[in-house]
């Protein structure tokens, strides 16, 4: 076991862990985070996916020693019920989920794809999501889902 | 700690629940108003069952105004709970917003079932209503006590009753309730699960009378899941939990001879390693150590030398061909089939081949369990919340009433999944640790061991006369059954872990036939039931995948009707129409064609034949019970990639609730089984489930997602909700088969189409150009 500290959506919290731990079992058993899922720990499905330094992480197979000095972000870390983030408001919006156990993975690499290119087409959006995979074939509302959300930040960008 | 926030946790008797919701007993007495205290105390609760002929079992409105519905039917990701609340809403005059519902928790919900077969509306909804409106009757009856004025001249709205031309007298419910449970009595028809049924002396509305039902009001759980709040089953955590994972055999059929438990000594937080039967699992302080201990623990297996099947995945159709049968039956038939082939001026004959498909939920199953003075408490995501807790009684050897199940929403389940396995062997691994246990499987447990659904092998035969009238129809399906086990997990045997023990399961032969309506004059309806590949711990045992018959019947019978109809030069709706006059299929056929601009001509499309390279497009139907589904796709002849680029989808399903819900449950089943249609199979050695992973058992991603989806949907509103969870996943397979026939002339009867299967069945059928 080690000391680790860790940077997570704004706050450090020192964890005490093997520090070869996948990220995910730090984030969801020691700071009690619900957004990053456990789906395969082998990198193919990317429901555990988290933002570190505005990459798309699979946390489920990087040890949790690698990220010492990151920034990292979780659903949690985007927005609340009283201050959504424009993607979780167009998620809401759209209806953009069935039974929900992906939807993480979709907003986070949604957000990565939307902080470098905030007007992507639809071919974009479907290849910047297409390794988050949705059992229940909710993709279509979530391609929607993804413009609305571009269009909600373009807005919010632009009254600024 | 998020677990000390838990308020509907261990020893939290439904009593205590409710009056921690600020309620008592109300109760409207022969003489007029009288307050009744419930008399049951609050200990006991936890272990009684809840009485389906109270009132109190179904609602409960706080001083605040807040009803609350108790319900025992289950989510599974497709918006149950927010078409209950319009319901409830609806038939109380309450205030939407104030509607809550509880669900699934055999400690303080009535039985009825859980999630199956659609029947959340349809079996749910009947009494849920009745109960409301029996509430709203005693509502008015005590406000009209109260006031003293007759009910006739009182109204209700958004939970206040007024008095008409009465002023400002006003009453909420929380008012007339007073911090009160209701004590009233409903005729219920003494049956739990599917059959269950109360009525009241207050009739439900009549469709004209509902407002919020037929509204697209957004689902409420939809933020608490955007936000990354608790929602599903692996959210749940307990002080003092412990993390478990199960061991599953190399191979199938291999029993653990030894079990070195030196061998993980060096790995930090290991509790125990138990075994019951041939059932190996482990628990760890953390769950990253119990993950590394599960895969580092030796354990010598029985010989590998002997084959657990009879057939790889390869070889499966020609096995199913010859293997024996177990039980064969003709279901239906009509006039004399033997008689028309012999007549017949033309047969037209196709056999077609469905593999084993797996359920691959999005998360591997999940549950915890927590042992505790004698009671287990499981928090699953079964749908079967209620069965699980016989079973799991059964397993640990204690009375049903010391288990209680609370549902949990899973990933998307589609059937009897993985989880209902898990929650056995967390109660298990629970009780013998002695602390509360969470435990999840590995991805390779949830593709290559949860149950299947059955591969079958289906020949169809057609007689015509020479006028290219059907004169007989003549079915035969030679299939797994659909339950080695039992979808609805109620006893040990039904589950992996009673499998592990040798506990005997019941044999069931589940196998389907078409239930379409075509009115043909001979007709003959044959099943055979081929045994299990392995009969015991199996993981290629079957039990219910979505729907769960009819996607694996359909391709055929709706390929098969195609076939019929190309045969004769038909276009394949007006072919259909033919035999179907007068059906709902019918009116759902024409209703899909015009949305559709369907164009009246036989497939295959004129100049349709085989190039080596570009794109080529086509359009396919297919019908069956409440829906009719067009699809349009385009193939690449070079690579054989099928592309639906458009759904049309017409739905019938009795009267609309929640249209938005609807669309995105079509959208949904429409997917999923587009994914059954172009990428799934099981694929299995002699020895063992080969499909262990989403890159061995691929799913559709967002790239195969078509540009769109259309939904029309036929409202019905004086019949019943009839269920729609699952209708529209039956006429996918077959809709984009007859559409790459109708591309190509050529015909795949074999799923799935992936691009291999779709480019090999070109070769030696190019033409130039």
Known sequence: MSRIDLFVNGRTHRVDVDPDTPLLYVLR????LNGPKFGCGLGQCGVCTVIADGEAVLSCMTPV?????????????????????????AWIEEQAVQCGFCTNGQIMQAKVLLDRNPNPTEPEIREALERVLCRCGAYYRIIRAVKRAGELMRTAKGQR | ????????????????????????????????????LDPRTSAADFSSAVDPAKLSSWLAIGRDNTVTLFFGKVDVGQGLATAFRQLVADELDAPFDRVRVVMGDTALTVDQVGASASSGLREGGPSVRSACAEARLMLLEIASARMGVPIERLDAHEGVITVRGGGKRALSYGELVSGKHFNATLNWNGQLGHPLNVTGRALPKGPDQLKL???????????????????????????RMKHGRSIKPPFAGARPLSVDTGSISRIPGVIEVVRRGDYVGIVCDREEQAVRAASELKIVWSEASEVSFPTDSTGLFDYMRQAPSRSDRVVDQIGDVDEAFARAARIVEATY?????????MGPACAVADWRAGEMTVWSGTQKPYDQRTGIAALLGIPREKVRVIWKPGPGSYGRNDAGDVAYEAALLSKEVGRPVRLQSMRHEATAWDPKAPAALISVRGALDGAGNVTAFDWDNRSFSHQDVAP????????????????????RNVVGTPSEPYSFPNKRLTTHTIPPLLQMASPLRTSHLRLPVPPVITFASESFIDELAASVAADAIEFRLRYLAGSRQARLLKAVAEAASWETRPSPKAGARIVSTGIVTGRGVAVRGGAATIAEVEVDMQTGRVWVKRFVCAHACGLIVNPDGLRNVIEGNLMHSMSRALCEEVRFDRSRVTSADWSSYPIATMADTPDKIDKILVNEPDIPPKGAGEETSAQTQPAIANAIFDATGVRLRRLPFTAERVKASFAGRESSG
């Open chain 1, 29 to 32: 058993n020691d700071l009690n």
């Open chain 1, 65 to 89: 020693s690698s990220f010492k000095r990151s920034r990292i972000t979780t659903l949690e870390g985007l927005g609340t019920p009283a201050r959504p983030h424009p993607i979780q408001q």
């Open chain 2, 1 to 36: 700690m998020a677990s000390g926030k838990r308020t509907t946790g261990k020893g939290i008797s439904r009593r205590g629940f409710l009056k921690g919701a600020g309620v008592m007993i109300v109760g409207f007495g022969m003489g007029g108003l009288t307050c009744v």
């Open chain 2, 213 to 239: 039902v037929g509204q697209s009001i957004p689902r409420d759980d939809i933020p608490s899941v955007v936000f990354g709040r608790e929602h599903h089953v692996v959210d749940v955590r307990l002080p």
């Open chain 2, 353 to 361: 081949e469905v593999p084993f498909t797996s359920h691959a939920s």
């Open chain 2, 488 to 507: 609805s997990e109620n006893a040990p045997g039904e589950t992996l872990l009673g499998q592990f023990q040798g506990l005997r399961r019941e044999v």
